[in-house]
């Protein structure tokens, strides 16, 4: 199993970047998909939740309206686009998978099975 996390970088405040996230593997559809984000300092947390259909999103309060996740499972690919980035929204971004169980949105961190090894988004002027 792996996850592989890409799309990170340094911007400005105000600026767009999406994350991509690689999986292989596993069967990608059968499995909900999660990003969460550590800043320096802090422990992880729970930034965006997409179900193994993507019929089904949840969003943390700090990200609502500014980031969309999404997925393409037959590129077995889960994406992050992040726009009006601040500079609060600096940390490194994982993506997590869980296997997907009939009417449950997974957010907490500790439910997930597989990890990536995340990426580096820095926002500052």
């Known amino acids: 199993v792996q996850l592989v996390e890409s799309g990170g970088g340094l911007v400005q405040p105000g600026d767009s970047l999406r994350l991509s996230c690689a999986a292989s593997?596993?069967?990608?559809?059968?499995?909900?998909m999660g990003w969460f984000r550590q800043a320096p300092g802090k422990e992880r947390d729970f930034v965006a939740y997409i179900k193994h259909n993507g019929g089904r999103t949840l969003y943390a309060d700090s990200v609502k309206g500014r980031f969309t996740v999404s997925r393409d499972n037959p590129k077995n690919t889960l994406y992050l686009q992040m726009n009006t980035l601040k500079p609060e929204d600096t940390a490194v971004y994982y993506c997590?998978?869980?296997?997907?169980?009939?009417?449950?949105?997974?957010?907490?961190?500790?439910?997930?099975?597989?990890w990536g090894q995340g990426t580096q988004v820095s926002v500052s002027s």
């Open positions: 997590a998978a869980v296997f997907s169980r009939p009417a449950t949105v997974v957010s907490k961190q500790t439910d997930y099975e597989y």
């Open positions: 593997g596993f069967t990608f559809s059968f499995y909900d």
